[in-house]
């Protein structure tokens, strides 16, 4: 009698353990297939990678390279981000020979960093990029000043130990070795995103920024966010987008819901309407993990 109790039990815990591992491979959510051809999630207050798709191969950025711009910019000791830089003619010249995005400064306007960095983030200003770039780099030359800046782009990424990343640009308009992976991106923005700055200005879906003209009035600069995902997904709170040729459509992306911050990249997607599939498939997964 005794030993058909014993059965009794041991079958019982044999049935109830299978509920539960069946109770537990239920909760596990599947895995997302994205389309991109490269894609990286991770827990940002754990730093836990959730998901990963050729995490680690190099591709070209694009416009997410301005997340390490303006890192760069906010890491300045002794930053005055009140201080006034005024706008030069090289700086539009570049956006036309470049047919890059623009924040559309004017020649002569003195526009603030703070304004430059939301010229920066919100329109994806290249020119904006291109004036940090030579108010920060060391040098006798506009040259040596911007080559000096991308020089300290390189620096941060060997302080961040990213051995896949290489920047040859300050906005990603590449002359060949601008390069990342999403990884690595995510590492960047994760890190960019201690700043508060950083952060109040890429959860910004649009701005009206007051700058100074060259006769001593004001005009009033109109920005909006080229990041859709701050309208379409509850809890976005950033990143960046980028896009070209040779990069095609990327983002960097982060949201926040119940106190859980999911953060990664997407890289060369094929389209705006792929990219924005891939993304929200990786957070659902994300905030589900």
């Known amino acids: 009698m005794r030993?058909?109790?014993?059965?009794?039990v041991t079958?019982?815990?044999?049935?109830?353990?299978g509920s539960?591992?069946?109770?537990?491979?239920?909760?596990?959510?599947?895995?997302?297939s994205i389309t991109a051809p490269g894609?990286?999630?991770?827990?940002?207050?754990?730093?836990?990678?959730?998901?990963?798709?050729?995490?680690?191969?190099?591709?070209p950025t694009g416009s997410t390279t301005k997340i390490m711009t303006a890192k760069v910019v906010l890491a300045q000791r002794g930053l005055n981000l009140d201080a006034k830089v005024t706008i030069q003619k090289a700086y539009?010249?570049?956006?036309?020979?470049?047919?890059?995005?623009?924040?559309?400064?004017?020649?002569?306007?003195?526009?603030?960093?703070?304004?430059?960095?939301?010229?920066?983030?919100?329109?994806?200003?290249?020119d904006a990029a291109y004036a940090l770039a030579d108010k920060f780099g060391t040098g006798s030359t506009r040259a040596a000043r911007v080559k000096s800046f991308i020089g300290k782009m390189n620096d941060e990424a060997r302080r961040m130990g990213l051995r896949n990343t290489h920047f040859d640009s300050f906005d990603g308009i590449s002359n060949?070795?601008?390069?990342?992976?999403?990884?690595?991106?995510t590492k960047i923005a994760s890190s960019a995103m201690q700043n508060s700055t950083f952060r109040n200005i890429v959860k910004t879906k649009a701005t009206t920024q007051k700058v100074t003209t060259r006769t001593?009035?004001?005009?009033?600069?109109?920005?909006?966010?080229t990041n859709k995902l701050l309208s379409t997904y509850s809890g976005a709170i950033g990143v960046k987008t980028g896009s070209g040729q040779q990069a095609k459509y990327c983002l960097v992306f982060a949201a926040t819901?119940?106190?859980?911050?999911?953060?990664?990249?997407?890289?060369?997607?094929?389209?705006e309407t792929n990219r924005a599939a891939d993304v929200k498939k990786l957070l659902d997964y994300g905030f589900a993990r």
């Open 3 to 8: 030993r058909a109790v014993t059965i009794v």
């Open 11 to 17: 079958t019982s815990a044999v049935l109830a353990g």
């Open 20 to 32: 539960f591992a069946s109770q537990a491979q239920a909760a596990t959510p599947p895995t997302p």
């Open 39 to 59: 894609g990286f999630v991770m827990n940002n207050g754990t730093g836990a990678t959730l998901f990963g798709k050729a995490a680690d191969t190099r591709r």
């Open 92 to 126: 539009s010249d570049y956006i036309v020979a470049k047919n890059a995005s623009s924040a559309r400064l004017i020649v002569g306007d003195q526009v603030t960093v703070r304004q430059l960095l939301y010229g920066l983030m919100l329109p994806s200003g290249c």
């Open 176 to 185: 060949g070795a601008n390069y990342s992976t999403p990884r690595d991106l």
């Open 216 to 225: 001593g009035g004001y005009r009033n600069m109109a920005w909006t966010n």
């Open 257 to 271: 819901r119940n106190n859980k911050t999911v953060i990664g990249t997407v890289l060369a997607a094929q389209n």
